[in-house]
Nanobody, 121 residues
Framework: QVQLNESGGGLVQAGGSLRLSCAAS?????MGWFRQAPGKEREFVAG????????KYADSVKGRFTISRDNAKNTVYLQMNSLKPEDTAIYYC?????????????????WGQGTQVTVSS
């Protein structure tokens, strides 16, 4: 069993930055971040393999967001720069032991409770 605990969300003006953290208890492999805005489906944001060699990003955040991890602390991070109002959503940390598609929520086994990110214009 893996438990995931996100932190770092908040209110920021457009153009600003936030860093999300996700502390995990239990063994993790691939980890990722999804987000869900009101009235929309949950969507993939970024993913990272255990080694950190493989990193995936949604087209909408490439060049602005960076995913990283510290395995010694069993923590994954999402550095979000140049934030836009359309980045407003609840951000969820997730992990999986294996899977083919990074983009599908069905590929992931465990989810955190989420942290709210609000970007004002």
């Amino acid at each position: 069993q893996v438990q995931l605990n996100e932190s770092g969300g908040g209110l920021v003006q457009a153009g600003g930055s936030l860093r999300l953290s996700c502390a995990a208890s239990g063994r993790t492999f691939d980890m990722g971040w999804f987000r869900q805005a009101p009235g929309k489906e949950r969507e993939f944001v970024a993913g990272i393999s255990w080694s950190g060699v493989t990193r995936k990003y949604a087209d909408s955040v490439k060049g602005r967001f960076t995913i990283s991890r510290d395995n010694a602390k069993n923590t994954v991070y999402l550095q979000m720069n140049s934030l836009k109002p359309e980045d407003t959503a609840i951000y969820y940390c997730t992990s999986r032991s294996d899977g083919s598609s990074w983009l599908s929520p069905l590929s992931y086994d465990y989810w955190g409770q989420g942290t709210q990110v609000t970007v004002s214009s």
